[in-house]
T-cell receptor, first 115, second 112 residues
Framework: DSGVTQTPKHLITATGQRVTLRCSPRSGDLSVYWYQQSLDQGLQFLIQYYNGEERAKGNILERFSAQQFPDLHSELNLSSLELGDSALYFC??????????????FGQGTRLTVV | QKEVEQDPGPLSVPEGAIVSLNCTYS??????FMWYRQYSRKGPELLMY????GNKEDGRFTAQVDKSSKYISLFIRDSQPSDSATYLCAMSETGGGNKLTFGTGTQLKVEL
């Protein structure tokens, strides 16, 4: 158990809908990262928050947004869902703002299926 | 062309074999190199990380980085059935905010 908690574990929804994925980082970790894992693209970095502020951004679609709350949990909002958004969404956390090589601990992921 | 290339496998070896997993990359700004292990339906788990070129050993695992060739390797000695998983290489630039660029993963099966 990495100490990173993601809910829900599974989510099935229809195209055009909006969903929210939740992540609680390890105790004491200030950074939260979101990644998308699909069969054809592998693990893709979406976005990072550090202590409530956006720190780094990857190839995150405009239909997707995230935030980190004062208690350090984070939510990833996915809207106007398309079939191609079906994937595993992982949250990871680390202690600092993310110097290269800092160990990031991954949660178990949320499997999103868009039908 | 992807920034990080990794043979997807699957790779099947007998128990006790030495396993060699590799990645190549194109971004010369990558300074930190990691190997993650991912079991089916689980999150990635960090196995090894190295900074710049060189070797690092941890138990049965050895990571090698050759920045001049843009090539990294993970060796697993005395492989066990419990090593059966997908192995992902990952890299980040200095000060990259821990934004990791992953390979697509190599599926390994260690057979009895």
């Amino acid at each position: 158990d990495s100490g990173v908690t993601q809910t829900p574990k599974h989510l099935i929804t229809a195209t055009g809908q909006r969903v929210t994925l939740r992540c609680s980082p390890r105790s004491g970790d200030l950074s939260v990262y979101w990644y998308q894992q699909s069969l054809d693209q592998g693990l893709q970095f979406l976005i990072q928050y550090y202590n409530g502020e956006e720190r780094a951004k990857g190839n995150i679609l405009e239909r997707f947004s995230a935030q980190q709350f004062p208690d350090l949990h984070s939510e990833l909002n996915l809207s106007s869902l398309e079939l191609g958004d079906s994937a595993l969404y992982f949250c990871a956390s680390s202690t600092g703002p993310g110097q290269g090589g800092t160990e990031a601990f991954f949660g178990q992921g949320t499997r999103l299926t868009v039908v | 062309q992807k920034e990080v290339e990794q043979d997807p496998g699957p790779l099947s070896v007998p128990e006790g074999a030495i396993v060699s997993l590799n990645c190549t990359y194109s971004n010369s700004a990558f300074q930190y190199f990691m190997w993650y292990r991912q079991y089916s339906r689980k999150g990635p788990e960090l196995l090894m990380y190295t900074y710049s070129s060189g070797n690092k050993e941890d138990g049965r695992f050895t990571a090698q980085v050759d920045k001049s060739s843009k090539y990294i390797s993970l060796f697993i000695r005395d492989s066990q059935p419990s090593d059966s998983a997908t192995y992902l290489c990952a890299m980040s630039e200095t000060g990259g905010g821990n934004k990791l660029t992953f390979g697509t993963g190599t599926q390994l099966k260690v057979e009895l």
